[in-house]
């Protein structure tokens, strides 16, 4: 269960960069489309549609991460910290749906995400190193 934990960590982390790459695709695809054209709200969305599947994948990894640190018995601290995560994974989903009708909630979606990137490198970090790098050698009393 601790190596699933690991390699869960690591999908997160790397989801949620490409999540926040194919974010930037939708905002500037809007912009290439505008350009040319009168732009319906449905051709915007379409930018978007992968970042909203993928948005929904990511929250599935985030509740099996919770469900192995509960399963697997890894301890209060992973737990904590996956159902953390969780916690700020369904607050995304909410201001993602929420904020296209409430454009001023977008801010608390973007910055959100910036605490879902920090949240899941911390995380991963931990769970790849915590109890696996080498102990350090005593001072010498010198
Ligand atoms: C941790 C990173 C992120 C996650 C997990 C995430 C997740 C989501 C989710 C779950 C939705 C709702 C999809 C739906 O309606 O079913 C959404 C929508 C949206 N997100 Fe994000 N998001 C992230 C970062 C960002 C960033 C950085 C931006 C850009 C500022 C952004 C812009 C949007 C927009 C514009 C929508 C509305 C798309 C639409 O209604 O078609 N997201 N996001």
Known sequence: MATAYRW??????????????????????????ADKAAVSKKAIEDGFNAHAALGGLILVVMLALLVVAVAGRLGPVNVRWAGGIVLLG??????????????????????????????????????????????????SGA
Do not use: C, D, M
């Open 90 to 139: 369904i607050l995304q989903y909410i201001l993602g749906v929420t904020s296209t009708s409430v454009p001023v909630l977008g801010v608390l979606h973007g910055v959100n995400a910036l605490a879902l990137y920090a949240a899941s490198a911390l995380l991963a970090h931990r769970a790849w190193t915590t109890g696996r790098l080498p102990q350090q050698a005593p001072a």
């Open 8 to 33: 869960l960590s690591s999908l997160l982390f790397a989801a949620i960069v490409v999540q926040v790459g194919i974010a930037g695709y939708g905002a500037f695809e809007a912009i290439h489309k």
